[in-house]
């Protein structure tokens, strides 16, 4: 199944309607601590803000072409904390000098019974997962440092098993269309990043859930 690229960003709320511009790597578990000090150094917040999340992915099957997917999540870390809804438009192709990935994001605040009224509107959950780590940001770019972690009994998210022995890690940037430049900025801080962890523009097509 053709998907966009798993995203763990946090439910930390966001923008209504935005583009997203987005690196990502990995990096191996024994790696992780080298990673985190180098991001306290470069970072604006010197102690990264932590969270857990849980995620599921809804799809909507039309007649022909691709599945409508929306991904609802919530925070375990702040059980009473809103659910956000995300859509992940298909990454632009525009122009291929850009230095990440841009795709429209739409980001909002639900309530609790978000996974009751997408199964009303037709949608099915393909997957869940959990996510874990740190966010560090930089201006106006966010770090996330995340494990993921399969669900192994439906709706069970203390029951859980690792997905690799790595972490993700993603930079990403909210902000309206047009603002190219921030791949510029966004490109001279994942060089400060290496040899750690090697941020790239992931090409969507080529991953599969």
């Not at 960003?9 to 191996?28: C, D, H, K, R, W």
């Not at 000098?97 to 099915?124: I, K, Q, T, W, Y």
């Not at 995340?146 to 009994?153: A, T």
Request: with cysteine; glycine share 6%; charged share 20%.
């Amino acid at each position: 199944m053709e998907a966009p690229p798993v995203t763990s960003m946090p439910v930390t709320g966001g923008a209504i309607n935005m583009m997203e511009y987005l690196l990502q790597g990995s990096v191996l578990d024994q790696a992780l601590e080298s990673l985190l000090h180098r991001l306290r150094g470069l970072c604006d917040n010197m102690d990264p803000e932590t969270f857990t999340d849980h995620e599921l992915v809804y799809l909507l099957k039309g007649q022909q072409g691709n599945p409508f997917i929306l991904r609802a999540r919530r925070s375990l870390s702040h059980p009473t904390s809103p659910w956000h809804l995300r859509y992940l438009g298909q990454p632009e192709v525009g122009d291929k000098s850009r230095h990440a990935l841009v795709r429209n994001c739409v980001d909002v605040a639900a309530s609790h019974s978000l996974p009751e009224f997408l199964n009303e509107m037709g949608f099915r959950m393909d997957h869940e997962f959990v996510a874990n780590g740190h966010i560090f940001r930089k201006g106006v770019m966010k770090i996330v440092v995340s494990k993921l972690s399969r669900i192994l009994v439906p709706g069970n998210t203390e029951n859980t098993e690792r997905l690799s022995l790595s972490y993700l890690v993603e930079l990403s940037v909210l902000a309206p269309a047009g603002q190219d430049t921030v791949s510029e900025d966004m490109r001279s801080f994942a060089e400060q990043l290496k040899p750690l962890v090697h941020l790239e523009k992931i090409d969507p097509s080529k991953q599969r859930h």
